[in-house]
């Protein structure tokens, strides 16, 4: 698919100065209900992580003098909801970066979420956040937590758009509030992006819920092939616009692709934790406005395209190597189906029961369902 053309005239030209005017009070969505979501257990539970002491002895007369305290950090924070008359597999959701377990709640123009669309199929699900992020930020390392102004390049990076112009077609709502919205769902790091911490806690809620299907975006990829690589109990996954993390066997390795973002590299894994990857089914997906080729000049180029270039190149190189080995991975890119406009952010876009319908038909075609 080519580069995404931008709109000429584009209400978001003016949403910096509004916002502040606004200091966009609590958004009051137009919710779209479908009718009740009939819920026979709900809750929440942290899984995984670890507990460091400091040297000495605790003093109840400092209290906060941490000699000899502990910390119990770098888990998993997960809600969970299960239906009357639950199916058999439960779905696990795994945000990416900057991002937490909203992510598969309410979009930002106040439409149903992944969360509840496949609740109301009668899917148990399960949305994590993961450690060092969101609800699960209680890091066992320290980090600083810098207020960097970069709503504009997550903009350009999650393709809404070049700012301030939307891609024609895309599918993102025009409504300022939507976006005010989009901007509010991004989180910190509480400590380092580690791939081992997340996909060992990942493995620890799996162990309390079963057997599931692992549903992953963006940077929750990488985890996503570790915690299946870790445990067996992922009996397939779902990813949606895998970012980096692609494992591939030591030997076997592609060439690293470089981008106006950075160079992306394979992850080597041995042979036989690679060939756990092709024990189940895996499909990948990619929405629009993916160039297929490089510009050649960075300057002119929309860099956070030019970031998904190569990330749905390598994805292809690792379905075919997961195939070459016995595996039944497949990848989508979307507008080669014909479905157009689609940002980062399949799931919460305009169209995302079109590509609820889409998973759903993966699901029953594996015998997920």
Known sequence: MTQGKSMNSNPYKIFISMSLALSMTACTANLHSTGNLNVAQQGN???????????GQFDDQQLFNPQGQTLHGDHASVFYQIPEHARAYPLVFLHGAGQSAKTWGTTPDGREGFQTLFLRQHFPVYVVDQPRR?????????????ATTNDQAWFNMFRLGQYPNLFKGVQFSQDLNALNQYFRQMTPNTGAYDEQVISDAMVEVLKKLGDAVLITHSQGGGPGWWTAIKSNQVKGIVAYEPGSGFVFPENELPEPMSSATGTLSPTPVKMADFQKLTKMPIIIYYGDNIPTEKNGDAGKQNAGQDNWRVRLKMAQLWVDKINQ????AQLVHLPDIGIYGNTHFP?????????????SQWLKQNKLD
């Open 134 to 146: 969101g609800q699960a930020g209680q890091s066992t390392v320290a980090a600083e937590v810098p």
């Open 45 to 55: 539970f942290a899984a995984g992580g670890k507990v460091i002491q400091s040297a």
């Open 347 to 359: 799931f919460s876009d305009l169209n995302n029961q079109q590509i609820a319908e889409l998973l």
């Open 325 to 328: 080995h016995g595996g039944q």
